[in-house]
């Protein structure tokens, strides 16, 4: 099983679009792909939570990874085996969204402009 689509929440969406206002990113796919690597980062696990993917910001997985999406794949995959010791196809999805939500609200909280966004990522 992969991931097909990448939807985002209500509350994800709104955060970015203040994401976009201060760093000038506009491409969804862009400022999600940040989000993701700021969440894997992250050593903490992220809290399971039910993620209601209800706004109109949707994507393919092609168009969210682009030239590498099968690399944002692989680097999930990697982070759930080490965080599970296993990885249940099933629940890739799962474990997608939540990093992707919560990488969203680092972005929100913590890049002022395009700079800060870049130093988050050393």
């Not at 099983?1 to 955060?15: D, F, N, P, Y």
Request: charged share 30%; hydrophobic share 40%; net charge positive.
């Amino acid at each position: 099983m992969s991931i097909e689509t990448v939807r985002l929440s209500e509350k994800a969406k709104g955060q970015l679009v203040t994401v976009k206002k201060k760093t000038k990113i506009d491409n969804w796919n862009v400022l999600c792909r940040w989000a993701l690597m700021l969440s894997l980062k992250e050593e903490s696990i992220p809290p399971h939570e039910d993620i209601i993917t209800n706004s109109n910001v949707e994507m393919t997985w092609k168009v969210f990874g682009g030239e590498f999406s099968d690399i944002y794949l692989a680097v999930l995959r990697q982070r759930i085996k080490k965080d599970f010791g296993k990885i249940n196809e099933d629940e890739l999805n799962y474990h997608f969204k939540l990093h992707l939500h919560r990488g969203i609200s680092y972005l929100l909280s913590k890049s002022k402009s395009i700079d800060t966004l870049i130093k988050l990522s050393f």
